[in-house]
């Protein structure tokens, strides 16, 4: 069974920073895409970045957030620097197998107040 463990959510001030993690089990981490998607309140949930070998972005999160993997650890990361109330949001981590499959987590709060 595969399962996706996001943390590292939080409150934070504006022009903070906040590193979520996402732990991959029962799965071949290494050869999974692994992406990171928000959901804003009543909205659809929206892609913001995704890694294999290296990172790829949405406009409005570039420059500030940075997708990273370590595959010893089964660990997707996502730093974000340099946020704003706009990025308040559930973030959710997906891992995309090469036959097709995809699973995701359960969502992790970020907050972003002052």
């Known amino acids: 069974q595969v399962q996706l463990v996001e943390s590292g959510g939080g409150l934070v001030q504006p022009g903070g920073s906040l590193r979520l993690s996402c732990v991959v089990s029962?799965?071949?981490?290494?050869?999974?895409?692994m992406e990171w998607f928000r959901q804003f309140p009543g909205k659809q949930r929206e892609w913001v970045a995704g890694i294999s070998s290296s990172g790829d972005y949405r406009d409005s999160v570039k420059d500030r957030f940075t997708i990273s993997r370590d595959n010893a650890k089964n660990t997707a990361y996502l730093q974000m620097n340099s946020l704003s109330p706009e990025d308040t949001a559930v973030y959710y981590c997906?891992?995309?197998?090469?036959?097709?499959?995809?699973?995701w987590g359960n969502g992790t709060l970020v907050t972003v107040s002052s």
């Open positions: 997906r891992s995309a197998s090469p036959d097709g499959n995809s699973y």
């Open positions: 029962g799965s071949s981490f290494s050869a999974n895409v």
